[in-house]
C-alpha cells in the first residue's frame, strides 16, 4: 500500500499463475480483495511475445481487447454475486477508453513509444511453437501471454475499469525462426520497465 503520482494505491509484487497449478479463483482473489478494499481501477500490466509484424522487442502495447483462451472461465460459477450476472458484457471491459488516451498522451509527452493491440491470453506454460504463433495471429492476436485475461474479467465482474500494458518481450513472427527463453523475457521486462512505471506515475 501506498502513493504513486499523489494517488493511493495497492500494488502486488508478481500475480498468481494459471499455469504455475493455481485454480481460477486464486488466481484472481486478489482483484477480488482489492475490490473489497474499494479500488476503482485496475492497472494490469504483463510480458508478452509480439505477433504484429510492426512491434518491436521492448516495445510497450496498451491493450485495445483480448481474446480469451484460457481453458476454464475464472468467473464460472459465480452466478449473481455481487448482483452482477455472470453472462457479462464483454463489449464493456473496453480498458477503458479515456485512461488509455490519457496513457497515449503521457507516453507522446514523454516521448515513449507505444503501440496497440489485441491481447491473447492463454494457459502456457509452454511458450508457442511457430505454427501456434501463426494461428493466434491469424486469429486477430497483436501479442500473446499467459496471465492478465483472467484477472481484467473479474475486475470487470466487480465494475472496476482497467487499463492494461504489455511488454513485447519477444516476437513470435509467420516465418521467422523463434527463439525465447524465460530469461529473455525477464531481461526485456525488466528493460521496459522504468518506462511503464513512468507511464503509470
Ligand atoms: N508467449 C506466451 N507468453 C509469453 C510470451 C510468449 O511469446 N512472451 C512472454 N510471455
New binding site residues.
Given amino acids: 500500500f501506498g502513493k504513486l503520482g499523489g494517488k493511493d494505491i495497492m500494488a502486488m509484487e508478481g500475480r498468481f499463475h494459471y499455469y504455475e497449478g493455481y485454480s481460477m479463483k486464486e488466481v484472481t482473489f486478489p482483484i477480488r480483495v482489492m475490490y473489497e478494499l474499494g479500488i476503482k481501477t485496475l492497472f494490469v500490466s504483463?510480458?508478452?511475445?509480439?505477433?504484429n509484424p510492426d512491434f518491436k522487442i521492448g516495445d510497450l502495447m496498451i491493450i485495445t481487447d483480448h481474446i480469451n483462451f484460457f481453458p476454464e472461465h475464472p468467473i464460472r460459477g459465480a452466478g449473481n454475486l455481487l448482483g452482477q450476472s455472470q453472462h457479462g458484457h464483454m463489449e464493456a471491459v473496453g480498458y477503458e477508453m479515456y485512461v488509455k488516451l490519457l496513457n497515449q498522451a503521457i507516453a507522446a509527452e514523454k516521448g515513449i513509444r507505444v503501440v496497440h493491440g489485441v491481447y491473447i491470453g492463454?494457459q502456457?506454460p509452454t511458450?508457442?511453437t511457430p505454427a501456434e504463433?501463426k494461428m493466434y495471429h491469424r486469429l486477430g492476436g497483436d501479442?500473446?501471454?499467459?496471465?492478465t485475461v483472467p484477472e481484467v474479467i473479474v475486475a470487470h465482474h466487480c465494475g472496476i475499469k482497467t487499463f492494461g500494458i504489455s511488454?513485447?518481450?519477444?516476437?513470435?513472427l509467420e516465418d521467422t525462426p523463434?527463439e525465447?527463453s524465460h530469461e529473455d523475457?525477464q531481461i526485456a521486462?525488466n528493460n521496459a520497465q522504468p518506462l511503464m512505471t513512468e507511464i503509470m506515475r
Fill in positions: 504483463n510480458a508478452s511475445g509480439g505477433m492463454v502456457g511458450f508457442e504463433y501479442a500473446v501471454g499467459m496471465s511488454i513485447i518481450t519477444d516476437l513470435g523463434v525465447v523475457v521486462a
